[in-house]
């Protein structure tokens, strides 16, 4: 069973920064698309940036030029660079992967998630 556990998120001032990790386990083959979601109360969860096995990144728009998302194969883990942070960047950030399929933004094609980690923008 394809595991996935998240880390690094907490509270930060606005402008600061935040590096989120995710490392899976669970898995014998390399993880095809690896994606960061978030979810804001009441809102629903949105798709903040895509990395591919080989390193091909979709990213929101949102978050465009100031988040990053990069992996490493061969240790397994995902991270996310997430810079000047603005207080709408307030969510539980989720990890998520597929074994298989094209690359996409839907959470629906994402079978394995993390938990989850809260980051939360304020001063």
């Known amino acids: 069973q394809v595991q996935l556990v998240e880390s690094g998120g907490g509270l930060v001032e606005p402008g600061g920064s935040l590096r989120l990790s995710c490392t899976t386990s669970?898995?014998?083959?390399?993880?095809?698309?690896m994606a960061w979601f978030r979810q804001a109360p009441g809102k629903e969860r949105e798709y903040v940036s895509v990395?591919?096995?080989?390193?091909?990144?979709i990213i929101n728009m949102s978050v465009k030029h100031r988040f990053t998302i990069s992996r490493d194969n061969n240790k397994n883990t995902v991270w996310l660079q997430m810079n000047s942070l603005e207080p709408e960047d307030t969510a539980r950030y989720f990890c998520?992967?597929?074994?298989?399929?094209?690359?996409?933004?839907?959470?629906?094609?994402?079978?394995?998630w993390g938990r989850g980690t809260q980051v939360t923008v304020s001063s």
């Open positions: 998520a992967a597929a074994l298989a399929g094209p690359t996409t933004t839907n959470p629906d094609d994402y079978p394995y």
């Open positions: 669970g898995h014998s083959n390399t993880l095809a698309s």
């Open positions: 990395i591919t096995p080989g390193g091909g990144r």
